[in-house]
């Protein structure tokens, strides 16, 4: 992915709002589960008022929105044509779910994080497959995720 290539909406609030309501559980739903394209939580390690929890959601038409829940921090933004199909192909070349049942004890049990990653109808976690860093879609996810950070 582009660095840069992706732009935040400065009149995200009522997209992010309403997004963010829908992809923390909040209770308001604006989003269907066909509507999602790609998903990323994070939950674990420590926060002020317990477990931290990370969210990013993309949707089909290329809007994202990243939440972290620990710190009400948000972001929402519109990816750009080349990094929306760089999504899709990631969701559609992805073999996440493909790789070893994960054997260890879960990062989540000594304050580190669980990752889930969800495509399609499917979703899988850091603590049930041995999660490939190189796979594509967990490339991009992370990507985004670390940029929405900044």
Do not use: K
């Not at 909040?26 to 394209?37: F, Q």
């Not at 994960?102 to 000594?110: L, M, R």
């Amino acid at each position: 992915m582009a660095r840069n290539t992706w732009g935040t909406l400065d009149a995200a609030a009522g997209i992010g709002v309403a997004a963010l309501a829908g992809a923390s559980g909040c209770g308001v739903a604006v989003a269907t589960e066909s509507d999602i394209l790609a998903s990323r939580t994070a939950i674990g390690g420590l926060c002020p008022d317990g477990p931290c929890n990370e969210e990013l959601v993309v949707h089909d038409d290329g809007v994202w929105v990243w939440v972290d829940n620990s710190t009400g921090r948000s972001r929402a933004g519109l990816l750009s044509r080349q990094d929306l199909e760089e999504v899709v192909d990631a969701v559609a070349d992805t073999r996440v779910d493909e790789g070893p049942p994960f054997e260890d004890i879960c990062a989540i049990a000594y304050d580190g994080m669980e990752v889930t990653y969800g495509f399609g109808e499917g979703s899988v976690s850091s603590c049930e497959v041995e999660v490939n860093v190189d796979d594509p879609l967990v490339a991009v996810l992370d990507t985004l995720a670390d940029e929405a950070r900044r």
